[in-house]
């Protein structure tokens, strides 16, 4: 017997839950869909991302309808376009024994006109991204004022991509008496907030502990220097031979750099941010569930909406700036009662985020250490000695035998074993002989931020006056590169072959991975920490134009005293030899380095 059965749902419903092959429900449907077919009740159902939450409104709401009225009776909002398309066709698939009821979806990126004219032809449910919805209500193309009721999927999503004005904008053009049903992965202030003002004494479901993280996700990390972060992620993808994963890093310009090295290096992945036109990231998207692309380097909102269950790693490149996304990038993982793994790559400047994560997710992080070449060798090789063993053998193989048994026939059983496999491994082997051994820092690095006492660290940077910068050029210049705001990057100095400039500590990070993996007109970019505090001892006494406060004089008259000033020249004259003799070196080392990088093997699926 089914067990859908014993909720309440009626025969057309069950007939589209077998063709499904839906069997056992999950325990969000089984405490949503009863109270949701029995009452006429608002309710708050929170519930980690991947547990069936589509079907646990969809199904009641489905059965609630009247498919012979026309009118809109339904709205259901979602953050995300992938997301209001992938509601919209399983509520599709729920419903299609239901004669007359239509579901029609409204989002931005396609034709207001087309998709006004499906509402006007009579959709009893609507499921909308909030903006479009907005948008529809403003041209009067969309009537929602006697709905029935009114459902928030994704939450806390809604709220954390701006959507807070448009989502109390499209409730207050509702009626009051319609159900509210609020669906969400966690509970932060603003859904509080909404739940107070537009719902009436809501009950409340709850899906293990409120902002737990899914029971079947295991979280892990890595603590890494800052230059190592990519190295690393290469390392983890070569000890995961089948990793099919998503790579999350914070902004656009971080994934398209990832995705970029990582296609370079040999790996099959692809970028899913803002900047791409909706044919590429469906182009993308088709690319990623047909399996062709193994690791989707995405940003967090691109991300929202990606509904497959079958992705074993998500991998956190940089942590969120909201720690509570932590718990929808990992729920892209352990869907379905399937098992997966979460991993942070974070390093010690970073590392009280991992504590705060495991604070709100209620479940503890365990750090691996990192592979090392041969542990990754040892994995591969017997990865393929698997792929060799389960291939199929086609028939038509036979005809070709009697040459390769004459070819190959003078060798013994191992040497042809060690022959054949050292085809794909010899490329492996050949490229981590090579590399390095990378450790888990674990006192200050050479290059980790010395923190001054307002909060700030001190760079220098091997770009200057003989690279056509002035200070105001290179201030304009780091601050699009790195994406800083207008404060957060001062004290800018420009020399005729190197630059110092100040920013907060908790730039620094970003500021060491970015520069020191770019070139600028055919150059290396290198970037240090300098140990001198705010800024040269020799140019304190002239004006700096850039100062934090915009202050006219350097740090408005503040007194240093002689001893920091000659500590500040020492080491800065320090870095300035450092960087004056590596001006000549840049070209040769970087061709140097690209050789090495060129000779890593491709991956093979």
């Known amino acids: 017997m089914n067990k859908f059965q ?29 109270l949701l077919l ?10 980690q991302t991947g547990t069936g939450k589509t079907a646990a409104f969809g199904f009641p709401l489905i059965q609630k309808i009247d498919p012979e009225n026309r009118s809109t009776q339904a709205l259901i909002l979602s953050p995300t376009r ?45 499921v909308a991204t909030p903006g479009r919805m907005q948008d529809m209500i403003n041209r009067n193309l969309v009537n929602i004022k006697n709905i029935e009721t009114c459902i928030l999927d994704e939450a806390d999503e809604m709220l954390n991509m701006g959507f807070y004005e448009d989502i109390t904008s499209i409730l207050s053009d509702t009626p009051d008496e319609k159900n509210t049903w609020l669906f969400s992965a966690t509970m932060p202030q603003e859904v509080a907030r909404i739940a107070k003002e537009f719902m009436k004494r809501p009950q409340e479901i709850t899906v293990g502990h409120k902002n737990q993280g899914s029971v079947n996700v295991s979280h892990e990390y890595y603590l890494v220097g ?10 983890l993808a070569d000890m995961n031979p089948d990793i099919f994963s998503v790579v999350f890093c914070r902004t656009k310009r971080d994934t398209q750099a990832v995705a970029e090295k990582l296609i370079e290096d040999g790996y099959n992945a ?48 940089q942590l969120p700036d909201e720690i509570e996304t932590y718990n929808h990038r990992s729920g892209r993982t352990g869907r379905a009662g399937k098992t997966g793994t979460s991993i942070v790559i974070v390093t010690k400047s970073e590392f009280k985020k991992i504590q705060m994560i495991e604070r709100i997710i209620k479940t503890k992080f365990v750090q691996k250490p990192i592979p090392t070449g041969m542990e990754i060798c040892e994995v591969q090789l017997i990865h393929l000695a698997n792929k060799v063993k389960g291939v199929e053998v086609d028939a038509e193989i036979d005809k070709y035998l009697p040459k390769i048994e004459e070819l190959l026939g003078d060798l013994t059983k191992e040497e042809l074993i060690k022959k054949m496999f050292s085809v794909e491994f010899n490329r492996f082997i050949e490229y981590y002989k090579k590399q ?24 220098f940077l091997n770009l200057g006056a003989r690279d056509n910068f002035d200070w105001m050029s290179l201030k304009d210049f780091l601050r699009d590169t790195l994406d800083l705001g207008r404060d957060d990057l001062f004290k800018v100095d420009v020399k005729e072959g190197f630059s110092f400039f100040n920013t907060d500590a908790s730039h620094s990070e970003r500021i060491m991975e970015v520069l020191n993996n770019m070139h600028h007109e055919g150059r290396q970019v290198n970037v240090e920490i300098s140990t001198s505090g705010g800024g040269s001892g020799r140019s304190s006494s002239r004006r700096d134009h850039n ?33 004056g ?15 090495v990088r060129g000779d890593r093997p491709r991956r093979t699926n």
């Open 6 to 34: 014993e909720l309440g749902l009626n025969e057309l419903l069950l007939k589209a839950i077998q063709d499904l092959g839906f069997e056992n429900p999950s325990e969000v449907q089984e405490k949503a869909i009863p």
């Open 38 to 47: 029995q009452q006429d009740t608002d309710i708050v159902a929170l519930a």
């Open 82 to 126: 992938e997301l209001c398309l992938q509601i919209t066709n399983e509520i599709k698939q729920y419903s299609k024994y239901v004669k007359g009821l239509h579901t029609v979806a409204v989002y931005g990126g396609a034709s207001i006109t087309e998709q006004a004219k499906e509402v006007k032809r009579g959709a009893q449910i609507i």
């Open 226 to 235: 800052a230059r190592d972060r990519y190295p690393v992620l290469k390392r």
């Open 270 to 317: 692809a970028a899913l941010h803002g900047d791409l036109s909706q044919a590429q990231r469906d182009g993308v998207m088709k690319a990623f569930r047909g399996r062709q692309i193994q690791m989707l380097v995405a940003t967090d909102v691109a991300a929202r909406g990606i509904d497959v269950d079958d992705i074993t790693h998500v991998i956190n490149y």
């Open 436 to 459: 390095n051994t990378i450790d888990s820092p674990k006192s200050r690095e050479k290059g980790e931020a010395t923190v001054n006492s307002d909060g700030s660290v001190r760079y």
């Open 547 to 579: 100062n934090r406060r915009g202050d006219r004089g350097f740090d408005r008259g503040e007194r240093r005293s002689s001893t920091k000033e000659r500590s500040s020249d020492k080491s800065e004259r320090s870095l300035e030899r450092k960087f």
């Open 581 to 595: 003799r590596r001006r000549e070196d840049d070209r040769p080392v970087r061709n140097e380095r690209r050789s």
